[in-house]
């Protein structure tokens, strides 16, 4: 069974209220976030318009600019590992929401591309394992602070929805493994694979509908019906 992302125009920028909470998770780290997003060439003026959608090429630009001023080799898996996971959409409320965990990874597959039109979601269901397959590329080449802070954000996302119960198998990134990957085991704790086509979360098939502990049929309807107005 495949649940995939509807087809839709692709435009490849995202919600400016994912770059305020960065802009604000950056200034705590001690960076310089003025010239980060001057040298990223965005404007500063549009986090305030939650509205607004930032071009994805000067989002990995901004990644890039932040993991070079920290000095930290694996800064977007570091910050993932202690930022609070927020919702930031009516696309996110839908997942929160959600009864069980193949719900939620449904949820993710149909209303991601609200928070940015740039994520593509596939979710591969097997009789022992589920793959969700995350393209966070946007056609451009992949910046790996961005790449492991969104994996790590949606695992945390996952985890804290299911109360901590359901154990990662593994998960898969579409970028060489780096020279020391400590960071990456402490946090993850599951098989890691480097170097693949695509970046993956795999949780086994079993766990497909262990309940959610925020699930609520009346707010997950009424969210709903919030993002599809938004996706049309």
Same mark, same amino acid.
């Given at each position: 069974?495949?649940?995939?992302?509807?087809?839709?125009?692709?435009?490849?920028? @995202?919600?400016?209220?994912?770059?305020?909470? &960065?802009?604000?998770?950056? @200034?705590?780290?001690?960076?310089?976030?003025?010239?980060?997003?001057?040298?990223?060439?965005?404007?500063?003026?549009?986090?305030?318009?939650?509205?607004?959608?930032?071009?994805?090429?000067?989002?990995?630009?901004?990644?890039?600019?932040?993991?070079?001023?920290?000095?930290?080799?694996?800064?977007?898996?570091?910050?993932?590992?202690?930022?609070?996971?927020?919702?930031?959409?009516?696309?996110?409320?839908?997942?929160?929401?959600?009864?069980?965990?193949?719900e939620?990874?449904?949820?993710?597959?149909?209303?991601?591309?609200?928070?940015?039109?740039?994520?593509?979601?596939?979710?591969?269901?097997?009789?022992?394992?589920?793959?969700?397959?995350?393209?966070?590329?946007?056609?451009?080449?992949?910046?790996?602070?961005?790449?492991?802070?969104?994996?790590?954000?949606?695992?945390?996302y996952?985890?804290?929805? &299911?109360?901590?119960?359901?154990?990662?198998?593994?998960?898969?990134?579409?970028?060489?493994?780096?020279?020391?990957?400590?960071?990456?085991?402490?946090?993850?704790?599951?098989? &890691?694979k480097?170097?693949?086509?695509?970046?993956?979360?795999?949780?086994? @098939?079993?766990? &497909?509908?262990?309940?959610?502990?925020?699930?609520?049929?009346?707010?997950?309807?009424?969210?709903?019906?919030?993002?599809?107005?938004?996706?049309?």
């Open positions: 069974m495949e649940i995939d992302s509807q087809e839709s125009s692709f435009k490849p920028r @995202s919600t400016a209220i994912i770059t305020r909470f &960065l802009y604000r998770m950056y @200034s705590l780290e001690g960076l310089d976030v003025d010239y980060i997003f001057e040298h990223a060439g965005i404007d500063i003026e549009q986090l305030n318009d939650s509205t607004a959608r930032i071009p994805h090429k000067n989002l990995l630009k901004m990644w890039e600019l932040a993991g070079d001023l920290s000095g930290d080799p694996c800064f977007g898996l570091n910050l993932a590992a202690k930022v609070p996971i927020v919702p930031f959409t009516a696309g996110d409320y839908v997942s929160m929401t959600s009864k069980n965990l193949r939620i990874l449904y949820s993710f597959s149909q209303y991601l591309k609200i928070d940015s039109d740039v994520v593509k979601i596939k979710v591969q269901i097997n009789t022992d394992f589920t793959y969700i397959l995350v393209d966070l590329s946007g056609g451009e080449k992949p910046n790996r602070h961005h790449t492991d802070f969104w994996l790590l954000y949606i695992v945390r996952i985890k804290g929805l &299911l109360g901590l119960t359901v154990p990662l198998a593994s998960i898969g990134f579409n970028h060489e493994q780096p020279k020391n990957i400590s960071a990456y085991q402490g946090v993850f704790n599951a098989d &890691l480097f170097n693949n086509k695509d970046n993956f979360i795999c949780y086994e @098939s079993k766990y &497909l509908d262990t309940a959610s502990i925020c699930g609520d049929i009346s707010m997950h309807r009424f969210h709903e019906a919030l993002a599809i107005k938004e996706l049309h």
